[in-house]
């Protein structure tokens, strides 16, 4: 048991599933001797020599390589350098990892993971700052899960790993090191497919994921502060979305504010608004309220705080919405 940061996170349950599982493979651009960009595989080439591998760069040979290790039995962890170089994946997670298990009618599945740092926050332009985590999660066949504190990174990771089917794995690494938690390496993973209610509450549903969820928090606890009784909600797995602990959420307090950070147009953020207006609409007090970025590339980063959520946001989106009887 110890105190570690999320990243530090990723690494334990990388470490423990390599020590348990001689099949599971990591690779990647510069994930071997120097560690990857971030350090999230620092040390594991030295352990585990025969199962860390380097690649080139070349993005899409590194996902159809995790496609045919899926088909021939191994459990690949491809790292992608950040989301924005993920556009080149495209081919092998849409033509083929999403498709392994139906286009075989089952004798086959796609136990792989792709990871990649998403989001912004750290002053690196476009490619190195994206947020399209809807883009995944259209594609029947994926999983898109995206951990907001080091215990879910270690736990959702491993069972990332250990799933029949592909999953597209995000980490917010904005958030890297900023929060430490203390992390049993038990080797127990957390499910997938769930949101993770972190506060019981009356008067309005708060939901976010990833790096946000810390600006989401700290707006939480200033709406409790003034009287408001929040429920807040990790969704933690964007697809498939856990919608019923959603809609029993909306449908109790009546309301419900979403903050995301990436673009609002077509967004994870649209979709839940969309199945709470299906499915809760007659229990709804007020209108459904979103706190997202902008359609529109990431900016430079003397414009990334303008472009990116804050907690003042996301207080005055609560606020507006209590102003409905």
Known sequence: MADITLIEGVTMALRRALSDDHNVVVFGEDVGTNGGVFRATDGLKIDFSEQVLDTPLAENMIAGLAVG?????????????????????????????????????????????LRAPYGGGIHA???????????????????????SSPKRAYGLLLSAIHNPDPVIFLEPKRVYRKVKQTVLDDGEGLPLDKCFVERQGNA?????????????????????????DVELIDVATVKPLDINTILSSVQKTGRCVIAQESVKTCSIASEIAARCAEYALMDLKAPIQFVSGFDTVMPLYRLENTYMPQTKQIVQAVLQTMEYA
């Open 204 to 228: 309005v549903t708060l939901i976010s994921w990833g790096a946000l969820m810390h600006e989401t928090r700290e707006a939480a606890a200033q709406c409790v502060q003034q009287g408001i």
């Open 69 to 113: 290790m899926s088909a021939m039995g191994l459990k690949p962890v491809a790292e992608i350098q950040f989301m924005g170089f993920s556009y080149a994946t495209f081919d092998q997670i849409c033509s083929h990892a999403s498709r392994l298990r139906n286009r075989t009618r089952g004798r086959l599945s796609c136990p792989m993971v």
């Open 125 to 147: 332009p476009e490619h190195h700052s994206e947020s399209f985590e809807a883009m995944f999660a259209h594609i029947p066949g994926l999983r898109v899960v995206i951990p």
